[in-house]
């Protein structure tokens, strides 16, 4: 018996050492619109990320965080103002979550709206209006998932530039 006791607990103790799975959470189309870049911009440079431009008016459609799951979202506003064809590299509003693996989605360039541009933990929760804020010529939302300031371009692999989405279709998944 005790035997059979030290073999199972040391096959309980060798399973709690095992890595586990990391979850896969999708992300999904955080507005309506036509996918304008992935992994290269049209002039060759790299991109690294999905943009999605709705091609209306700015400020019109409101955008929602892309990651299914209730994470937390840390908000950064730089601009209060109604931005839609950029103010500058480095002044776009930002929505961000960390993973444990140590990846950041960020989503980029959306119009602050006082109701809804605020920290929050929340599954597909508005953040704010599909705007233009950053270096940009025109409004849109950028998605990218990146480590230590090098971007992934395998989460959305599927996604291919010039498709049209709707809101909450599959881009890809993270986590």
Same mark, same amino acid.
């Not at 799975?21 to 911009?41: D, L, R």
């Not at 990320?49 to 730089?78: E, F, M, Q």
């Not at 209060?80 to 360039?109: D, I, L, P």
């Given at each position: 018996?005790?035997?059979?006791?030290?073999?199972?607990?040391?096959?309980?103790?060798?399973?709690?050492?095992?890595?586990?799975?990391?979850?896969?959470?999708?992300?999904?189309?955080?507005?309506?619109?036509?996918?304008?870049?992935?992994?290269?911009?049209?002039?060759?440079?790299?991109?690294?990320?999905?943009?999605?431009?709705?091609?209306?008016?700015?400020?019109?459609?409101?955008?929602?965080?892309?990651?299914?799951? =209730?994470? @937390? *979202?840390?908000?950064?506003?730089?601009?209060?103002?109604?931005?839609?064809? /950029?103010?500058?590299? $480095? +002044?776009?509003?930002?929505?961000?979550?960390?993973?444990?693996?140590?990846?950041?989605?960020?989503?980029?360039?959306?119009?602050?709206?006082?109701?809804?541009?605020?920290?929050?933990?929340?599954?597909?929760?508005?953040?704010?209006?599909?705007?233009?804020?950053?270096?940009?010529?025109?409004?849109?939302?950028?998605?990218?998932?990146?480590?230590?300031?090098?971007? =992934?371009? @395998? *989460?959305?692999?599927?996604?291919?530039?010039?498709?049209?989405?709707?809101? /909450?279709?599959?881009? $890809? +998944?993270?986590?």
């Amino acid at each position: 018996m005790h035997d059979t006791m030290k073999t199972t607990l040391a096959t309980l103790m060798s399973l709690a050492l095992l890595p586990t799975a990391a979850t896969a959470y999708p992300v999904v189309a955080p507005h309506a619109g036509t996918v304008t870049a992935t992994t290269y911009y049209s002039s060759g440079t790299f991109h690294g990320a999905v943009d999605i431009a709705s091609g209306t008016t700015c400020g019109l459609w409101i955008v929602t965080v892309p990651v299914k799951g =209730s994470l @937390s *979202w840390n908000v950064t506003i730089r601009t209060t103002s109604k931005v839609c064809h /950029g103010n500058g590299s $480095g +002044n776009q509003n930002e929505v961000k979550h960390t993973f444990a693996n140590g990846y950041t989605f960020r989503m980029w360039h959306f119009i602050y709206d006082a109701a809804l541009s605020k920290d929050k933990t929340c599954d597909r929760c508005g953040i704010g209006l599909e705007g233009g804020t950053g270096g940009v010529t025109g409004p849109h939302t950028h998605m990218q998932y990146d480590k230590s300031g090098t971007n =992934s371009t @395998s *989460w959305y692999s599927g996604t291919v530039k010039g498709e049209y989405l709707e809101s /909450g279709d599959v881009i $890809g +998944n993270v986590g």
